[in-house]
């Protein structure tokens, strides 16, 4: 079955210095992966996604993600944090082909920014 | 491009009674998934349309069901609520195919008192 860890529940960061979010996979093919990033009493939005090629991918507000198969991970990065990144962060795996699986998320990795 | 619209944002119900609370899909998507999201956990998926019928669905009781109209939009409902039931429903949009990635709503919050 498939399945998502995120080992940090909780990460502090101060503001202008770099992330990494971990998350590691399980999955029987080649994942379809993706982050997103919740808001206090907000729903998801989608930060990046993998679906083959470049293992490197870029996303939006300066977030990239990195595919390593041999090691089922697909950490999240942005070299410099702002303040208004600090929200809950979840990393999901994503159908097959066929579209009929569901996303199966992570626990999510809460992200505080301080000055 | 709408992107996905729940209603209501917030309710709270007690517990027996039954709950209904409505998803209008992104505009060209044809497939509507809900999610529960307990507080402080990810998103656990409740189950999934496609052109109206049910094509996938995860641990839930039978109580939980749901509609997809031709329009696309989707109902989630919900029977004899349990306190547990207390959480955010999230429903996303996608194409069959999965390439497009999945739109969320920003969710309707159920309280169960």
């Known amino acids: 079955a498939q399945s998502v860890t995120q080992p940090d529940i909780h990460i502090t960061v101060s503001e202008g210095a770099s992330l990494e979010l971990r998350c590691n996979y399980s999955y029987g093919a080649t994942p379809y992966l993706f982050w997103y990033v919740q808001s206090p009493g907000q729903g998801l939005q989608l930060l990046l996604k993998y679906f083959s090629g470049d293992t490197l991918v870029q996303g939006i507000k300066g977030f990239e993600a990195e595919f390593k198969r041999s090691q089922s991970s697909f950490n999240l990065r942005k070299p410099s944090v702002h303040w208004s990144d600090a929200a809950e962060y979840f990393c999901?795996?994503?159908?097959?082909?066929?579209?009929?699986?569901?996303?199966?998320f992570g626990k999510g990795t809460r992200l505080s920014v301080i000055a | 491009e709408t992107g996905v619209t729940q209603s209501p944002t917030h309710l709270i119900k007690t517990r027996g009674q039954q709950v209904t609370l409505r998803c209008s899909s992104q505009?060209?998507?044809?497939?509507v998934s809900w999610y529960q999201q307990a507080l402080g956990q990810g998103p656990q998926f409740i189950f999934q349309y496609y052109r109206e019928e049910e094509n996938g669905r995860g641990n839930f009781p039978p109580r939980f069901s749901g509609l997809q109209f031709p329009n696309y939009s989707s109902e989630l409902n919900v029977n004899a609520l349990e306190l547990d039931d207390s959480a955010l429903y999230l429903c996303?949009?996608?194409?069959?195919?999965?390439?497009?990635?999945?739109?969320f709503g920003s969710g309707t919050r159920l309280t169960v008192v």
């Open positions: 505009s060209g998507h044809n497939t």
């Open positions: 996303a949009s996608s194409l069959a195919t999965p390439g497009e990635g999945y739109t």
């Open positions: 999901a795996v994503g159908p097959n082909f066929s579209g009929n699986t569901p996303l199966v």
